[in-house]
């Protein structure tokens, strides 16, 4: 027996020593068809958990078993398999451009999975599409890349938060921006808020590096995001960021760009003689006496051009990344960088910084257990002085202010503006920092083959301050001798996830199974304090303390915690009947116990139709797939971490005494707006995947929509927040990438997006019409966002005023002949991108477009905007400016076939403004949004001068715009949400932006 045992472990140990003794180290470089070397291709053991990625080089490198094949795979190429034999070690790889992106690697919820195993419909933006745009932010990079996916700008302010819309809006109070998962972290949406409510908000993704980021998955339909249940129903974004590779050697990165920024349009405004010259005009036709003399007129004391004086002529952007990449081994990868971005205003002041480092590890404790980790610490700095978050801020000033009037009084001081002085506006200071803390570590088991189990923790810490500081001599502090205000929010999200996963293959891997079970907590907290003071001793001392009275204060803190349990499982039959599955159960304590509990699931399939024998044979398919899927969804973010409860607050005092009184009536049916999502897809892949068509169609159905009821205010409250509102949406989402050619020397490719998308509100409490901010109203039988209005029939040519349609007949235009004349939809959006190289040089050329979308230019309307044609023009309402095309083309006796009215004041003048249609516009725009030129050094030229590679780069973003739109731009809202979406407020407009860059790698 003890020769029979000593026996089996010599045996062992020899069948070991074999084993060992035929697994070697293998290295090389991956490039694409143009030389240039290719980042985060995965490199896999066919039939082995064997992995590694190349790093920022395209270099690579890990032990492989003999005899074993390594497949070469990443976005927009096309697999590449080696088999390892013997006396081989070196293996450099190019991948060809004719791709099929259907076996690329795609980045689930709470996992991966092959693109042509998916059943679902997800987008993909992958390392190589980001390094061609350098851009300050993941969501701009995003714009018009993927179908379905909408992201507009807020505005030109640096670090302004972006609409990202995925399929169109489905709520109108809740949010309808989607779920951001970083590294596995489900990020809160509550680090937006400023303590002084001063500003348009923050990005929760602003202080993310987007040179850190691998790839972008976007889930789209209900069955994709369900798998986060009460929170995916505005879809879900993921986003990975780089990791190490195992080529044993640091590679050093270096990046670095400067650029000059302009407006994206400019408009003349009157001088100072037109604007006078309009004035009388205005007066005279108002019945009233002129107010200059043609002396006066011909010669005005002052010219100010004021939106020359505003604009700064020296705005900047600059960037510059450090990185280094791996340095590690088997065991132990790692990825590092350091970010410094800043960017000015467009405006005398305002401007945004951001500090960015990030460390990424993995680590291979022994055969069966890895630790990951991934910490990024950040700090933004923004400086908004002023905000320009309304009509009356500096910009839409800037149009309005009299060009008459000087900007300072002989002695030095500031003068005043009967519409502000704007230039005086900019010495209020509004200073916003957000400091954050990001963590995403686990530990992953090896139990048995093809089942793991992986711990994980992820921490988001952020701490914003604020501070704001009105001067003495401000407009806004010189009626209190100086104000200021300080405070901070600060969040806390604190996420655990275990997971267990089987990952097996059956009947000689026919048959392919992955599964996941999922338990996962969340809880969020934020505190938030402010301090109002008044009454300065000196403008070098603009810190509160410094106050001589405390004008005011509050502080708060709130917090919700969410308990989730998940499942799903994927099956494939040799990779071609396709079926998944999962459901969600989340319990969170935003609602009452009668409601907490929401289940979540979703069902898809997928036929790959060209492995069938009857498809096979036509060459001309390379693949084809169709799919379908439903899912349910939920979204809670419209709902206070107490809304359902009554609550008491403190505050209520009387008399210098402490009172408490009901601060909040509680709602205790709450519960979470769900939305239902069936999609019908193809996928299609013809000659060798030169061609790729992807194809969907989606109806989703939105109920329980979180509106404010009105009660009686004998309750103490006017109205009560419930489930009682119904919308439904349907669209088409089209993806085709060409590659139109692929020699030796050229390369040519191109890709293009389209969408459309439509809603209709389906129910609303007892049918009421709801009515939010200027023109907006909500109606059954109405798109979200409807423009409510009275239809303005042109110019009378007789009379010169406005005529109105009096669809009441009542022989008087009043707001109860507004009408439903539009809505902020387009009937379809999307980009175009081409990238040709030829050789060392590479081009990239993207386009973006929207069409049929409504704008309503609000800052054009009124007494007080700058299409008022004369305003009031009484002594306390004199004639605002204007832009030059509006007095080029406004009704006299002599252009009675006008595109304006007449220049008038008094009460004609205000029926001539009043708020129509006349300021509806068609919205639509086609944007030259990036072009891009680069040469990468020849290597023989690049390693002399000691590095591996060298690309420098020209580029120019927002180029071109060709769009009707007669305001700035036609892309921007002041605000973000339902009320205000297609509104133009008077918004800073995007920059116009020309950069020179260059990449080094050592």
Do not use: C
């Not at 340095?327 to 970010?339: D, V």
């Not at 003495?472 to 502090?477: A, I, M, Q, V, Y």
């Not at 349910?632 to 809304?643: M, P």
């Not at 005023?801 to 669809?807: A, H, L, N």
């Amino acid at each position: 027996m003890k020769q029979t045992l000593l026996s089996f472990f010599v045996g062992s140990m020899i069948l070991t020593s074999v084993a060992f003794a035929q697994e070697k180290k293998v290295s090389g470089r991956v490039t694409g068809a143009d030389g240039k070397p290719l980042v985060g291709v995965t490199i896999a053991v066919q039939g082995s958990n064997l992995a590694t990625q190349t790093d920022a080089n395209g270099n690579y490198s890990f032990s492989v078993p003999t005899g074993k094949i390594i497949v070469f795979r990443s976005l927009g190429f096309a697999d590449k398999t080696l088999i390892v034999k013997e006396g081989q070690s070196s293996f450099n790889v190019t991948l060809d451009d004719s791709d099929n992106t259907l076996n690329e690697v795609v980045v689930v919820g709470y996992g991966t999975q092959l693109r042509r195993n998916l059943t679902t419909s997800i987008s993909t933006v992958g390392a190589n599409d980001l390094k061609e745009i350098p851009v300050p932010n993941i969501q701009q990079a995003l714009q018009g890349k993927a179908a379905g996916v909408q992201v507009s700008s807020g505005g030109g302010r640096p670090g302004a938060p972006m609409s990202v819309q995925i399929r169109g809006r489905s709520s109108i109070n809740a949010g309808n921006n989607p779920l951001y998962v970083i590294d596995g972290v489900i990020m809160p949406s509550n680090n937006t808020f400023t303590p002084n409510d001063a500003g348009a908000g923050i990005s929760p993704l602003a202080n993310l590096n987007p040179e850190d980021i691998t790839s972008v998955e976007i889930l789209k339909d209900a069955a994709a995001a369900s798998i986060y249940g009460s929170r995916g129903s505005n879809g879900v974004v993921i986003i990975t960021t780089k990791s190490g590779s195992k080529s044993g050697k640091s590679i050093i990165g270096a990046s670095a760009y400067t650029g000059w920024q302009s407006l994206t349009k400019k408009k003349d405004l009157l001088n100072a003689s037109e604007y006078r010259s309009l004035y009388n005009e205005a007066a005279v036709n108002a019945g009233l006496a002129q107010v200059f003399t043609n002396d006066q007129v011909a010669n005005p004391e002052n010219n100010v051009n004021w939106l020359d004086e505003i604009l700064s002529d020296n705005s900047r952007v600059n960037s510059a990344q450090v990185s280094v990449t791996s340095g590690g081994n088997e065991k132990t990868q790692f990825y590092t960088s350091f970010n410094y971005f800043d960017q000015d205003g467009a405006l005398l002041n305002g401007g945004f910084k951001r500090y960015a480092l990030r460390t990424n590890l993995t680590h291979h404790i022994n055969d069966f257990i890895r630790f990951g980790s991934n910490i990024a610490l950040s700090r933004t700095e923004r400086d908004e002085t002023p905000v320009d978050n309304s009509i009356f801020s500096p910009f839409p000033r800037a149009l309005v202010a009299r060009p008459d009037q000087p900007i300072y009084n002989p002695d030095g001081t500031f003068a005043t503006n009967s519409y502000n002085n704007p230039v005086h506006m900019f010495q209020s200071k509004n200073y916003v920092n957000l400091s954050n803390v990001f963590n995403s570590s686990y530990l992953e088991f090896d139990i048995l083959s093809g089942l793991k189990f992986k711990t994980a923790v992820g921490i988001d810490f952020s701490y914003l301050d604020q501070r704001l500081y009105n001067p003495l001599t401000s407009l806004s502090g010189a009626g209190s001798n100086g104000s200021g205000a300080s405070g901070y929010v600060q969040t806390r999200n604190i996420l655990a996830t275990q997971t267990l996963s089987y990952d097996k293959s059956f009947y000689g891997d026919r048959l392919d199974l992955n599964a996941i079970a999922v338990y996962e907590y969340q809880k969020n907290q934020r505190e938030n304090n402010r301090v109002d003071g008044s009454n300065f001793p000196s403008d070098l001392t603009p810190y509160i303390t410094s106050a001589a009275s405390i004008t005011g204060g509050t502080a708060s803190f709130t917090e919700y915690a969410m308990a989730s349990s998940l499942a799903r499982v994927n099956l494939g039959w040799e990779s071609k009947y396709l079926f998944s599955a999962s459901i969600r159960r989340d319990g969170s304590s935003k609602f009452p116990k009668s409601g907490r509990i929401g289940y979540f699931p979703s069902v898809s399939a997928g036929w790959v139709v060209s492995q069938e024998n009857f498809l096979k044979s036509v060459e001309a398919i390379s693949l084809l797939k169709v799919r379908a899927s439903y899912g349910s969804t939920g979204n809670q973010e419209g709902i206070g971490n107490f809304t359902y409860r009554r609550a008491i607050g403190g505050g209520f005092n009387y008399l210098d005494a402490p009172g408490f009184a009901l601060s909040a009536i509680g709602s205790p049916n709450l519960k979470w707006e769900s939305t239902d999502q069936i999609d019908i897809g193809i996928d299609l892949g013809l000659f060798n995947n030169r061609l790729e068509i992807s194809a969907d169609y989606y109806n989703k159905k939105t109920k329980d929509l979180l509106l404010n009821r009105p009660i009686p205010s004998t309750t103490g409250f006017t109205t009560i927040l419930e489930n009682i509102g119904n919308i439904k949406g349907s669209g088409f989402d089209f993806q085709i990438t060409s590659r139109n050619f692929t020699g030796s020397d050229f390369t040519w490719s191109t890709s293009l997006n389209l969408s459309t998308y439509k809603n209709e509100v389906t129910k609303l409490f007892n049918d009421q019409p709801i009515d939010q901010g200027f023109v907006v109203r909500h109606a059954v039988g109405q798109p979200l966002g409807s423009f409510f209005l009275i239809k303005s029939l042109g110019v009378d040519p007789e009379t010169g005023d406005m005529k109105y349609e009096d669809i009441d007949g009542s022989g008087t235009v009043t707001s109860a002949d507004r009408q439903f004349l539009g809505n902020p939809l387009p009937k379809f959006y999307g980009g175009i991108t081409n990238n040709l190289a030829y050789k060392n040089f590479d081009l990239n050329v993207f386009f973006q477009y929207s069409y049929g979308n409504d704008v309503y230019n609000l800052g054009a309307e009124g007494t007080g905007g700058y299409g008022s044609m004369g305003g009031v023009v009484t002594a306390t309402a004199p004639a605002t400016n204007m832009f030059k095309e509006y007095y080029d083309e406004r009704w006299t006796p002599e252009n009675t076939n006008a595109k304006y009215p007449r220049a008038v004041g008094g009460t004609r003048g205000t029926y001539n403004t009043q708020r129509s249609s006349r300021y509806l516009e068609d919205g639509s725009y086609l944007r030259l949004k990036t072009i891009t030129l680069g040469y990468n050094l020849p290597k023989s030229l690049a390693q002399k001068a000691k590095f591996s590679n060298m690309r420098i780069y020209a580029s120019a973003y927002n180029l071109l715009t060709f769009t009707k739109y007669t305001g700035f731009d036609p892309e921007v809202s002041s605000e973000l949400t339902v009320s205000s979406l297609g509104v133009d407020q008077g918004a800073i407009p995007q920059f116009k932006t020309f950069m020179l860059g260059i990449n080094l790698g050592l």
